[in-house]
């Protein structure tokens, strides 16, 4: 329910604090602190300045004042806080024009929805993620010159099950058998029970949650779907509350996609669809998988752009661990009423309010304003363009013969040619100056420097088991 600065400012009555947060270029949440005192009505007129050249992505430092504006809408209590806190998601301004950042992610995803409505087509899309997660009982980790490594510990692995340390019950999850077994077998059952229920304090609705296939503590939750700017402001509290509350409980938890080897990766299946008032377009009794032609051109444009798409939705270079062909990974740019495989699916659904289309390649490592946005973005040019996503995939498509296989498009293999993707590629996201060109120049300059190089010049462990004796 949308909050008003008066029900704010009531609900700050019961606090000591106020959070002020914002997220930079590359996804990661920031904040500073206010006593609460500080918060009145003028506040959420004035905001509050900060250096926006310490920001990744953001001013350099000859022009690093910036301005923070609260929204009332995303205020809510932290049930994690030791200290009783309200917390604020905030826009960023130039506090000279007071002209909304270009760079704010979140501008970028309130122009989507604005986008979306000034173009007739829809009024209104709605987003669910289903981010993956690991929860581990300890990481140590490093990387120097001189050395590299990491170690994982987990007492439901199966690398565990011949410890003798202490007490040692067996029972430990063998590789991708994970999915779905009862306690004692899935440790983590109260500990996600705490996940969902805090989430839901903090105002969130949640859908479910259960264990997923890799062994190590592989975990998802779902939140109902609701607004695309809203759904990117809960996945940040999503990660937020989970982190805490791990760690908390004595555990650790990580999004990163692929941090074992030899077992599934943790992904971010986007499902979204397109209303008009009360109706969802996407829904047709008749279509394939009862999809209206609008959802097919939809689909048509996420698979024309899905290259480029990547940059965005999987923009880490262990995001390319995970989407490697022959291990369940949405790698086939195809589209399919079941196959998991193929990058876009149609989930079995008769009901026309929850017929969607979910991309299956994103994981939790994206910008979910920017990943959002973009998603909505290539489906919207698709449905202006009338792109047609050529026919479904039912087949198993890693079985196909070599000469049939070839004939189907695969996503890029590292970040680095979807970098390049985007850089020949984005002018749908420019439609309407959604995304603009100093951002997206910023992103890719970013991506390339501080992730792409500093992987590329760094020798691997698994390097030296290969060629030290060469």
Not at 126 to 149: K, Q
Not at 172 to 178: A, D, F, N, V
Not at 381 to 407: F, H, S, T, V
């Amino acid at each position: 329910m949308a909050k008003t600065v008066k029900q704010v400012l009531d609900l700050s009555k019961d606090t000591q604090v106020v959070d002020l947060r914002f997220i930079d270029l590359p996804g990661t949440w920031q904040h500073f602190t206010i006593p609460t005192h500080r918060l009145t009505a003028e506040f959420f007129e004035e905001g509050i300045p900060f250096d926006g050249s310490s920001v990744r992505g953001f001013q350099e430092i000859h022009e690093s004042d910036m301005l923070l504006k609260p929204d009332p809408e995303t205020a809510f209590i932290d049930p994690t806080a030791e200290t009783p806190t309200l917390v604020i998601s905030c826009n960023v301004f130039d506090p000279f024009t007071e002209e909304p950042y270009s760079r704010d992610p979140r501008y970028v995803a309130q122009k989507a929805e604005a986008y979306l409505k000034n173009s007739g087509i829809a009024d209104t899309a709605y987003f669910a993620p289903e981010a993956e997660f690991f929860v581990f009982d300890g990481i140590r980790y490093t990387s120097t010159p001189n050395e590299s490594s990491f170690s994982i510990e987990s007492e439901e692995a199966w690398w565990s099950s011949n410890r003798s340390d202490r007490a040692n019950y067996g029972g430990q999850i063998q590789p991708k058998r994970g999915y779905f077994p009862v306690p004692p077998t899935d440790t983590l059952q109260n500990l996600r029970n705490k996940f969902m229920l805090t989430m839901e304090k903090a105002g969130v609705t949640m859908d479910l949650h259960h264990h997923e296939v890799a062994t190590a503590g592989q975990s998802e939750m779902s939140m109902t779907f609701t607004t695309l700017t809203r759904m990117a402001d809960n996945l940040l509290l999503y990660k937020y509350i989970i982190k805490n509350v791990a760690r908390q409980n004595g555990k650790t938890v990580t999004f990163m996609p692929k941090p074992l080897f030899g077992d599934n990766g943790s992904g971010m299946h986007v499902h979204s669809s397109l209303w008009k008032g009360d109706t969802n377009i996407f829904f047709d009794e008749k279509g394939y998988a009862g999809l209206s032609q609008i959802a097919k051109y939809y689909i048509g444009g996420i698979l024309k752009h899905a290259p480029a798409l990547l940059a965005l939705t999987s923009p880490s270079t262990n995001s390319y661990r995970r989407l490697v062909p022959g291990y369940e990974a949405p790698v086939n740019i195809a589209y399919s009423q079941r196959n998991r495989s193929a990058i876009c699916r149609i989930p079995a659904n008769k009901s026309s309010k929850a017929k969607r289309v979910e991309f299956r390649a994103p994981d939790p490592t994206c910008n979910p304003y920017l990943a959002f946005s973009a998603i909505l973005m290539a489906g919207l040019d698709g449905i202006n363009n009338k792109i047609d996503p050529g026919q479904p995939q039912d087949r198993d498509l890693y079985e196909l013969p070599a000469e049939e296989k070839k004939l189907i498009q695969q996503v890029p293999s590292s970040l680095t040619e979807v970098l390049d993707a985007l850089e020949a590629d984005h002018e749908f996201l420019l439609k309407g100056d959604v995304f603009t060109k100093d951002l997206l120049e910023e992103y890719i300059k970013y991506k390339r420097v501080y992730e792409v190089d500093a992987i590329r010049m760094r020798p691997t462990p698994h390097e030296f088991a290969m060629y030290f004796d060469c």
